[in-house]
């Protein structure tokens, strides 16, 4: 199964039920549609049941029937659509596992002014057997299957709107007395007799659409640099005062040095020498040698070390990594925080899910802000801050 669209109601006769849904099949259907007994009234009429809507692109043929071919199908989507709509809210849906299928579903709102509180409830949903499929189409999707349901809720406003005018407490009385027997389609709600058509040419285009998504490549990676210099350095100034230094390069203040070798070592650290030029002015690090190592900078302690400070500092002063071994494992740290930077520089949306999943924590976001300045233009960057801050709470 590539994934199956339907329309579903709530019958206020029959519940939620199944109106329409369209299918995507490599050749022409071996079968009609089932012959299970489905509910039946005006409110849950679409197609006749042994009628179908069909359209053709060079690859696929596209089927809308009232239920699905298969059997086992139509159970599986009349399952889904008693769970759309069984959820008070309208709004969107994720459900599912690997025995029923995954589904999304969107449900909402048609005006009928002889429906109980004048509101029918329909649902769109999306079935597929492949989780990750159906979720890599979930932005797509919902954008047009909400657009789908602005219109149906459009129209049906409009046919409302006559109503009331034309006869506005015969509606009224009429939704009071007759809660049993006032079952209308979605065609005569919209005032469109070809609905059904529309809906069937809407839904073919959704599930001939194929979603790619375009990651932006950088052939910039990191060059690995000598790392024993960095360790050197890591072992002459000392922990202390390295971390100071580090946290300055890793988020983007101004370190400064009369050695222009020693300041190239330092920022070995970044996966690009040249974000130099993007680090904020106003914060600064200057260090010098005297008999000692002295460090001048306004820059604040912030507390929890970054995991990525972390990691690099463990690598420098782990004995057991010899050179060769420190050079790789340093670039595969600085590489990886260089992903972590990039996914949250594309991605069109950041939650919580997503960092966890990065395993991005609260004393991150300074390093990530840095980097992620790095990897994305103005606009993007000063939304990606705002998510970053909003998730964590920081203010
Ligand atoms: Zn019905």
Same mark, same amino acid.
């Given at each position: 199964m590539e994934g199956i669209l339907a329309l579903g109601h709530f019958c206020e006769t029959h519940g939620p039920c199944v109106v329409l849904s369209t299918q995507r099949c490599k050749?022409?259907?071996?079968?009609?549609?089932?012959s299970l007994t489905v509910p039946w009234c005006e409110a849950c009429q679409s197609l006749e049941l042994d009628q179908a809507l069909v359209s053709r692109d060079e690859y696929c043929i596209y089927v809308t029937t009232r239920?699905?071919?298969q059997q086992d199908l139509a159970f599986l989507l009349k399952q889904a659509t008693v769970r759309s709509l069984s959820c008070e809210q309208e709004g969107t849906l994720y459900f599912g596992d690997n025995e029923r299928g995954h589904v999304i579903s969107h449900s909402f709102t048609v005006h009928d002014s002889l429906a109980r509180g004048f509101l029918r409830k329909y649902t769109i949903l999306m079935l597929m057997r492949d989780k990750l499929h159906l979720l890599n189409k979930w932005t797509f999707l919902l954008k047009h299957i909400k657009d789908i349901a602005g219109i149906l809720n459009e129209y049906s406003a409009k046919v409302n709107e006559e109503e009331q005018l034309q006869r506005p407490q015969r509606s009224v009385r009429q939704a009071q007395n007759q809660p049993n027997n006032t079952g209308r389609s979605l065609s005569q709600l919209t005032g469109k007799p070809a609905i059904y058509a529309h809906l069937h040419l809407w839904f073919a285009w959704l599930l001939g659409c194929q979603i790619i998504v375009e990651k932006p490549f950088s052939s910039n990676l990191p060059v690995p640099k000598p790392s024993s210099l960095l360790r050197t350095l890591f072992q002459e100034i000392g922990q202390e005062k390295f971390k100071l230094i580090a946290l300055c390069i890793l988020t983007g203040k101004t370190v400064d040095a009369s050695d222009p070798n020693m300041l190239e070592t330092l920022y070995?650290?970044?996966?690009?020498?040249?974000?130099?030029?993007?680090?904020? *002015?106003s914060k600064y690090c200057k260090i010098r040698k005297e008999n000692n190592w002295l460090i001048d900078s306004?820059?604040?302690?912030?507390?929890k070390t970054s995991t990525l400070q972390n990691e690099i500092e463990n690598a420098l002063g782990d004995?057991?990594?010899?050179e060769s071994a420190l050079e790789p494992q340093l670039t595969s740290i600085v590489m990886h925080w260089l992903h972590i930077a990039r996914v949250l520089s594309w991605c069109p949306q950041m939650d919580l899910k997503l960092l966890q999943s990065l395993n991005v924590? *609260?004393?991150d976001i300074p390093v990530l802000i840095y980097w992620t300045l790095n990897c994305s233009d103005c606009d993007k960057h000063d939304s990606i801050v705002k998510s970053l801050y909003n998730i964590y709470g920081v203010s």
């Open positions: 050749g022409d259907p071996e079968q009609g549609p089932h239920t699905p071919l070995s650290m970044l996966p690009d020498p040249n974000w130099v030029q993007k680090a904020d *002015k306004n820059v604040l302690n912030p507390g004995a057991r990594l010899t924590q *609260k004393h």
